[in-house]
């Protein structure tokens, strides 16, 4: 989509300006993990139309292959106006216009397989799920498992203005069910499915090999399979036995919030890039944190990602020095310019210790049924 972002605080029917950025859960994973030299390609629909324009250039300029984009000369491409308040308050709006836009006309006979599966890991979003009717076809068509699929990454990303039916994004939960990578917020799978903590999440979602449920300002928890034929990071498709997951928590970083919008995405991002080089599902977590991290200290919904090097220096702090980590805007500019990590913009902080309910320190690994 085409974001529209305020240029003032205050309601939408109150500002009077905005500035134009691009927007959407995929695409914004496919530009944060190509500005950090993974290999992206994004498949979707715009509009023949000067948005659509605008969308191919800045997406390509990040390094995503988009030439598996179509174009629609009968539909629009999808636009969306928010506020900048943060997206679990009340002063938070947003007004989506893509009922009828190009990307919702996407459906199943439209696929191109070979291009789906070209990669090692198929991403996909419920937010897609929710445009239309031939879109959750689609979803339901690419999240079949079948044989030589890739590694199939979930982000239920529940969005209840995209639903005209609440109930129906119980449609999420079957989605979810069908992918190997599962991402959901705790909040989300509560406002969704009506599921309280990440136990009972992890119960109603035992198909995933990995299930990373966020929990906010708190952390993240990885629910990972450790038995069982069907356990992997990438390769074919297998049957499952009945399995063992490990939970791996992980703290989040305290940062100088801008903005929580593209958090999400850019979380998922920094996850995947860590499960692309086989990184432990403890450093993938921190990855993705670092990654979110970037994106909270922008006011827009794509940030420029930590340098691969300097977030590996970070991921590898020991639990101490992660607790205390405090990053602000400009953080990741600042490592890119060479300064010092305790320079201004990206500083040690202090805060009291966090961990989960059960008071397990953090990253500590339990075996649960």
Known sequence: MVTFLPRLPGRLADVPSFDRAIGGAESNVACTLARTGHTARWISRVGADGFGD????????????????????LRPTGIYFRTAGDRATDTHEVAYYRAGSAASAMTAADLDRNAVHSGRILHLSGITAALSEDCLGLMHE???????RPLLSFDVNHRPGLWREPSRAQALLE??????????????????????????????????????????????????????????D????????????????????NVDLVAATGAGDAFAAGFLSATLRALPVRTRIR???????????????????????HAD???DLDDAAWERLHLG????????????????????GTSGRRGDASGRRADEEVRTP
């Open 142 to 148: 690419l999240t079949a498992r079948r044989p030589g």
């Open 175 to 232: 989605l979810a069910r069908g992918a190997d990578l599962v991402f959901v917020g705790d909040d989300e799978a509560r406002e969704a499915w009506g599921l309280h903590g990440a136990q009972a999440i992890s119960e109603a979602l035992p198909e995933p090999d990995l299930l990373v449920v966020k929990q906010g300002r708190r952390g993240a928890t990885v629910f990972r399979r450790t038995t069982g034929t069907g356990a992997r």
């Open 54 to 73: 605008h969308l191919l250039a800045a997406v390509a300029d990040c390094g995503v292959d988009v030439t598996h984009v179509r174009r629609d000369p």
């Open 287 to 309: 990855h993705g944190h670092l990654w979110a991290a970037a994106a909270l200290t922008v006011p827009g919904d794509l940030a420029t990602p930590p340098g691969r090097a």
């Open 234 to 253: 990438g390769g074919a498709v297998g049957e499952r036995a009945d399995a063992t997951r490990t939970a791996t928590f992980v703290p989040s970083l």
């Open 329 to 348: 805007p400009g953080w990741t500019e600042a490592a890119a310019s060479g300064r010092r990590a305790d320079a201004s913009g990206h500083r040690a």
């Open 313 to 315: 220096r970070l991921a």
